[in-house]
């Protein structure tokens, strides 16, 4: 038995698969005809890795406390794009700009990021020059960047061997790691620069220096990388630079009031396909007609002429093995590590610190057992009730996996003990909420690009992979391999 033949098979309900659901549903309309499409996500909910939860802490209202991403950038405009087609253009919720500040754990002491670093590059002499961040003969070596050879192959290397060519061991290990690395929860020895942080190499080439083609970006206020949204695997304050006093950001981020998964919802109710929660994929095997037949795991197959698998990159390979081996193959090695966060709520009479900033990275070197704390109520409006506190901390992925093998009780202590230490908080939490995302951070590692390539061109005829395992992890990315996608989809099948 068979459910009726659809056109296209959606396996995967993150803000990708949604995301697809919705351009297939337009670009549908746009053109006057009608495709039918099913929306398959095997959790009880719709999102991925975009979770919300409104929790009553005592105060006037509610806190809003984020499990994954808590915001997306701007400048890529696929998200912000999206949340205004929604009718959401009233419920975009910037960063308090006025209050933006990273610090950077050093010696066991948060320091400020000098204003004017931009990602990882100074472009204002004095705050530089005069910050106890780096050393005498660090500054002095990220200074002769400007007089370092470009690198002329096309060859992709690792972000730890271009920014140790570029600026120095020093530079790597306090800024560039924590930073850029804590953007995909990545290991900087490992991380592909040409997946991750493509405009580099292109300053490089096109100015000589990194420095130089920084300082031309600034006057014209274009900086543009390749990385991801707060939080969609980062650590929510990495790569949020430095502000100087009057001078607008020249990377800006937005949520939404009632948190990121008021973007989900509002996607969701406006879907008219036929979407179920509930349901697993067992595989995908080729029909004799040229489609495709999904294996559900409660019995009945749906048959499709078009699929798109929006999942991990490893589950995607167990349903393609028995009959695309070379494309499962390829699918397998991408990497993956698991993240957690932990949200903990104070009364503010009770946190002597003066939270002036979005939070604070922690370089690998300070061995700590957490990544990164993000000052949430800080950094957002409407994040905490009056006269109350939300912070939000970073754990697992590479850099402290045996965080992530915590139970919840033992994680507690540990991660008050770090408030304790590093920001003198002392006080007993209201409450706290754990989120743990098991092998649900893709690595780009060094090649991944050509391994994408690769997995493409083993899949065949109308069968697609897209989201955070191929080309981009934060929302905005997310969006825009949807969309494309989408658009594919909907060329097979109206041509």
């Known amino acids: ?46 999102g991925g890795k975009i ?16 499990g994954g991403p808590d915001s997306f950038i701007t400048q890529k405009p696929w998200a912000l794009q999206l949340a205004r087609e929604l009718g959401l253009a009233e419920a975009l919720l910037p960063t308090n700009d006025h209050l933006r500040q990273t610090f950077v754990l050093n010696k066991g002491e948060p320091t400020p990021l000098p204003d004017g670093v931009m990602l990882i590059v100074p472009t204002r002499f004095a705050p530089f020059v005069t910050s106890p961040l780096l050393s005498p003969l660090g500054k002095l070596r990220m200074g002769l960047e400007l007089f370092m050879p470009a690198k002329q192959d096309e060859q992709d290397e690792t972000l730890a061997d271009f920014i140790r060519r570029r600026l120095g061991s020093e530079a790597l290990d306090k800024i560039a790691e924590p930073l850029m690395s804590g953007i995909y929860n990545a290991e900087a020895e490992r991380q592909s620069l040409l997946a991750t942080f493509p405009r580099f190499r292109e300053l490089e080439k096109q100015h000589g220096s990194l420095i130089k083609g920084m300082l031309a970006a600034r006057k014209g206020h274009v900086i543009r990388t390749n990385g991801g949204s707060p939080g969609s695997t980062s650590n929510g304050t990495a790569h949020q630079p430095s502000n100087p006093q009057g001078r607008p950001p020249l990377t800006a981020f937005v949520s939404l009031q009632r948190g990121m998964g008021q ?17 697993t994929v067992q595989r995908v095997e080729p029909t004799n007609n040229g489609g495709y037949a999904l294996r559900l795991d409660d019995g009945p197959t749906i048959a499709a002429r078009c699929v798109i698998l929006v999942t991990p990159a490893h589950v995607a390979a167990t349903l393609l093995d028995a009959y695309m081996p070379d494309a499962a193959t390829a699918l397998s090695q991408i990497r993956y590590v698991s993240t957690g966060t932990i949200s903990l709520a104070f009364k503010r009479a009770e946190v002597e610190h003066p939270l002036n900033g979005f939070g604070i990275v922690i370089p690998r070197s300070e061995k700590r057992p957490i990544n990164a704390i993000t000052w949430s109520s800080t950094k957002f409006n409407q994040r905490a009730p009056a006269d109350h506190v939300l912070l939000r901390v970073f754990f697992g992925g590479s850099r402290t996996p045996a965080t992530m093998a915590l139970d919840d009780e033992a994680l507690t202590a540990t991660v008050r003990q770090e408030l304790a230490a590093i920001m003198g ?14 092998e649900a951070n893709p690595q780009y590692d060094v090649g991944h690009l050509e391994r994408v390539a690769a997995i493409e061109a ?11 395992p191929y080309r981009g992890v934060g929302v905005p990315d997310c969006v825009r391999q949807a969309q494309e996608t989408a658009s594919k989809a909907v060329a097979a099948i109206l041509g």
């Open 1 to 46: 038995m068979s459910d009726p033949q659809v056109d296209i098979a959606i396996v995967g309900g993150g803000i990708t698969g949604l995301s697809t659901a919705w351009y297939i549903q337009q670009e549908a309309q746009k053109r006057g005809q009608t495709i039918s499409y099913t929306l398959l996500e095997s959790a009880d909910r719709w």
């Open 51 to 66: 979770l919300t939860q409104q929790v009553d802490g005592g105060g006037d209202s509610p806190f809003v406390v984020e």
């Open 263 to 279: 973007l989900v919802e509002t996607l969701q109710d406006k879907l008219t396909g036929d979407c179920r929660l509930g349901v």
């Open 425 to 438: 908080v002392t006080a007993t939490p209201l409450f706290q909420r754990i989120y743990r995302w098991q």
């Open 458 to 468: 083993a899949l065949p005829t109308n069968l697609w992979v897209t989201g955070s």
